[in-house]
């Protein structure tokens, strides 16, 4: 009996000093002061590397997550010429995304972005403008409707916020958006476009709007789609409020 009160004595003291040795074991990362592989999340990965993980994601909320996530990234990278044209690379995918609800986001979260790089004086700043103005400019016409209104309200917001300078609206956004309303296959987006051109209109002022839509909007009045004429009429009277009287009398009226 004395024998095997002393085994399990014994055999208890190992299995004490086991268990605390695993204790320690387990306990090795805190003691180093690092974190276990288990216990790093996304907050730990650079926030370029996180960025790129959401735009390949195959989850739909990952990939709407860029939208959100960019601004942060820029203002960690912008020193960056390389990075920041990669950031720029992942914008212009996820622009295209085949899912309506992502590009949706990432058109709602684009003046946001051209005002921090705005802000942040980027030395690429010529590079963004030519990355991210065409692809508002092409999601005008998206095939989903709530996307193209989105892109055309991120438009208007960076003309107001004089994001885009007045060389590139003449040169290079005011004839993508006149040219638009020739192909026939978007006929179906040329109310759209004309109920843009006149939201656009205040904002560039009577000679610029006489030299560059009016010619167009007038041709409109006359369209043979009775939804296009419908439009023109009833944003005849903000293209009148900009454009000189004589023009209002010589070319507007005559319309109608």
């Known amino acids: 009996r004395r024998r095997l009160s002393l085994f399990c004595f014994n055999m208890a003291d190992y299995q004490e000093e086991s268990d605390s040795s695993d204790e320690i074991e387990d306990d090795g990362y805190q003691d180093s002061g690092e974190m276990s592989p288990t216990e790093q999340g996304p907050d730990h990965i650079p926030p370029l590397e996180r960025l790129h993980g959401y735009s390949i994601s195959e989850n739909i909320f990952n990939r709407q ?17 390389a990075d920041v044209e990669r950031v720029m690379g992942i914008i212009e995918k996820i622009a295209s995304d085949s899912e309506a609800g992502v590009r949706g986001e990432m058109m709602e979260h684009l003046p946001h972005i051209v005002m921090v790089c705005n802000e942040l004086g980027l030395p690429t700043w010529p590079s963004i403008v030519n990355h991210l103005l065409p692809i508002v400019v092409t999601t005008i016409t998206d095939n989903d409707s709530q996307v193209r209104k989105t892109a055309q309200t991120a438009l208007l917001v960076l003309m107001e916020q004089n994001l885009v300078g007045q060389q ?74 900009v454009v000189s009287r004589q023009v209002t009398e010589t070319q507007l009226l005559p319309r109608f």
């Open 65 to 81: 997550m860029v939208g959100r996530s960019v601004v942060e990234t820029l203002r960690v990278v912008h020193e960056s010429p």
């Open 168 to 241: 590139y609206v003449e040169e290079q956004l005011c004839p993508v958006i006149v040219n638009l309303t020739h192909f026939d296959e978007y006929v179906d987006y040329h109310p759209s476009i004309v109920a843009l051109m006149s939201k656009m209109a205040p904002l560039l002022g009577s000679e610029v709007t006489e030299m560059m839509f009016v010619p167009r909007f007038t041709a409109l009045c006359s369209h043979n789609g009775v939804a296009i004429r419908n439009t023109c009429a009833t944003n005849f009277g903000d293209f009148c409020a």
